[in-house]
Structures are given as structure tokens and as C-alpha cells.
């Protein structure tokens, strides 16, 4: 069974950081690019972040909303990806999901709560 | 960035009916590109068709989809109570990836 289950989300006050995390099980992890959506009311669906293989050397995008403030890595050894989110906004609020690319976003995680508020 | 449109915003169906979503690009996307999610009330969003054509694994073959360059839709043959969802269009063309902002389908 494909699973992705994220962690690390809650509350955060304005300006401040926050690393999610996402473990995958079920598929082979180190074949999948791996991206990052978040979803809110006001945006709906947005993709934040994609990190590649590592034959396409860990290569990253981001959104430019992100750009320089979001960081996505991972660890295949323990099929896992993160996000390090510096200087939030209240913007970046939302439900953060995990998704595996292969043709498209094949897999998704149930998603983990970031809330951006003072 | 590259645009999807998405039409209409929400619809209602009756059991049975034939239902078209359309999703509309202000460029155009290679088929390769374009793929379909589905989003139940509460839960994550899923993987529909990939492709533009191409049913996920376990989707009913009452889904289908189709287009090229700018437009694309999706279908649904026949509606069931249980395809009560938000459906968004994606696509993975170019950076950034782009979704629709989804047509939430009801049930009359």
C-alpha cells in the first residue's frame, strides 16, 4: 500500500520558521520526483516546491512565492522529503501535502496543517 | 506562468447524467502535460487521468478525457452519487506547475 504521511505543521507566529517533513512507503521512493502543494480558500491548489532525482542531480523549483524563503531536500535513504520554511507570512498558511511525481502527482499524503498567525 | 481556466466554477447532475469540465490554457501544453485530480469533500486531492487520456490505476472507465494545445476536458459517462467532488486540472509543462481553480460537481 502507497503512503505519504507529513509532519510537522501547527501554528507559527509571523517571520518565523517551520520544517515539514514527509515519509513515503509503498513505491520506490528514489524514482519519483517529489513536490510540495499546499491548498488554501483563497488560492486553492498551489504547487510550492519540486525537488528531482539524483541523477538529475537533486535539482529544485519553486514558486516565486516561495523563492528564497522555502528550501525542499531530500533523504532518499529514508524516503523522505522535506520543507524548511523561513520568514513566514501569513500568506503561506494552509494544508501542505506531499505529492509524488511520476507521469503527474501520483501519490499524495493526507496533508498537515500550517497556520501563520500571530 | 501558464493559466488554467477552469468551466464551470460548480455544477449540479443528476444520477446518470453526462457531465463535462473543461479546462482552458492561455498557452498551449503538450497532452504529455495535462492531468485531472479529484477531491472528495475532507479528504486529499487524487490522481484522476494523467495525460490528458490515461485513467489512474482503480479509476471507474466512466472517466474520460481528452483534448490538446489550449483545451481539455474531462468526462464523466454517467454520474454516480460517489463522483460528488471538486475536480482540478494541472499542469506539468512548465515551471511553475499550474492548477485549475476547480469545479466542484454536486449531486441533484
Known amino acids: 500500500e502507497v503512503k505519504l504521511e507529513e509532519s510537522g505543521g501547527g501554528l507559527v507566529q509571523p517571520g518565523g520558521s517551520m520544517k515539514l517533513s514527509c515519509v513515503a512507503s509503498?513505491?520506490?521512493?528514489?524514482?519519483?520526483?517529489m513536490n510540495w502543494v499546499r491548498q488554501s480558500p483563497e488560492k486553492g491548489l498551489e504547487w510550492v516546491a519540486e525537488?528531482?532525482?539524483?541523477?538529475?542531480?537533486?535539482?529544485?523549483h519553486y514558486a516565486g512565492s516561495v523563492k528564497g524563503r522555502f528550501t525542499i531536500s531530500r533523504d532518499d535513504s529514508k524516503s523522505s522529503v522535506y520543507l524548511q520554511m523561513n520568514n513566514l507570512r501569513a500568506e503561506d498558511t494552509g494544508i501542505y501535502y506531499c505529492?509524488?511525481?511520476?507521469?503527474?502527482?501520483?501519490?499524495w499524503g493526507q496533508g498537515t496543517s500550517v497556520t501563520v498567525s500571530s | 506562468e501558464i493559466v488554467l481556466t477552469q468551466s464551470p466554477t460548480t455544477m449540479a447532475a443528476s444520477p446518470g447524467e453526462k457531465i463535462t469540465i473543461t479546462c482552458s490554457a492561455n498557452?498551449?501544453?503538450?497532452?504529455?502535460?495535462l492531468h485531472w485530480y479529484q477531491q472528495k469533500p475532507g479528504f486529499s486531492p487524487k490522481l484522476l487521468i494523467y495525460?490528458?487520456?490515461n485513467l489512474a490505476s482503480g479509476v471507474p472507465a466512466r472517466f474520460s478525457g481528452s483534448g490538446s494545445g489550449t483545451s481539455y476536458s474531462l468526462t464523466i459517462g454517467t454520474m454516480e452519487a460517489e463522483d460528488v467532488a471538486t475536480y482540478y486540472c494541472?499542469?506539468?509543462?512548465?515551471?511553475?506547475?499550474?492548477f485549475g481553480s476547480g469545479t466542484k460537481l454536486e449531486i441533484k
Open positions: 505529492a509524488a511525481f511520476y507521469y503527474a502527482m501520483d501519490y
Open positions: 509503498g513505491f520506490t521512493f528514489s524514482n519519483y520526483w
Open positions: 525537488i528531482r532525482l539524483k541523477s538529475n542531480n537533486y535539482a529544485t
Open positions: 498557452s498551449s501544453i503538450s497532452s504529455n502535460y
Open positions: 495525460r490528458t487520456s
Open positions: 494541472q499542469q506539468g509543462s512548465s515551471i511553475p506547475r499550474t
